[in-house]
Nanobody, 115 residues
Framework: QVQLVESGGGLVQPGGSLMLSCAVSGIRFTTAAIGWYRQAPGKQRELVASITRNNYKISADTVKGRFTISRDNYKNTVYLQMNSLNPEDTAVYYC?????????WGQGTQVTVSS
């Protein structure tokens, strides 16, 4: 019933930028904190950043100063602006509730940083 649709990924050179979008449906969007997660090959999924309905934000130390999370409650959409990308940011990026997920995950969107 919950639908999470990530988009905006792609191939970018080191130092480049991308903006990811997460469209959420099937739930009361404004009641949930939403996080961006990522999973690189051979690694566990990790939280990148999250944002509450009241716009309180947290982010991983590895992305502070480079990534910015935001949300539009009227559009039921969460965004992740990624700047100064490096190869270590290469991963599949997912969105989901935080700290407890909804029990299912979307397809994610692939971000590849390479020259």
């Amino acid at each position: 019933q919950v639908q999470l649709v990530e988009s905006g990924g792609g191939l970018v050179q080191p130092g480049g930028s991308l903006m990811l979008s997460c469209a959420v449906s099937g739930i009361r969007f404004t009641t949930a904190a939403i996080g961006w997660y990522r999973q690189a090959p051979g690694k566990q999924r990790e939280l990148v950043a999250s944002i509450t309905r009241n716009n309180y934000k947290i982010s991983a130390d590895t992305v502070k100063g480079r990534f910015t999370i935001s949300r539009d409650n009227y559009k039921n959409t969460v965004y992740l602006q990624m700047n100064s990308l490096n190869p270590e940011d290469t991963a599949v990026y997912y969105c989901n509730a935080h700290p407890r997920d909804y029990g299912s995950w979307g397809q994610g969107t692939q971000v590849t940083v390479s020259s």
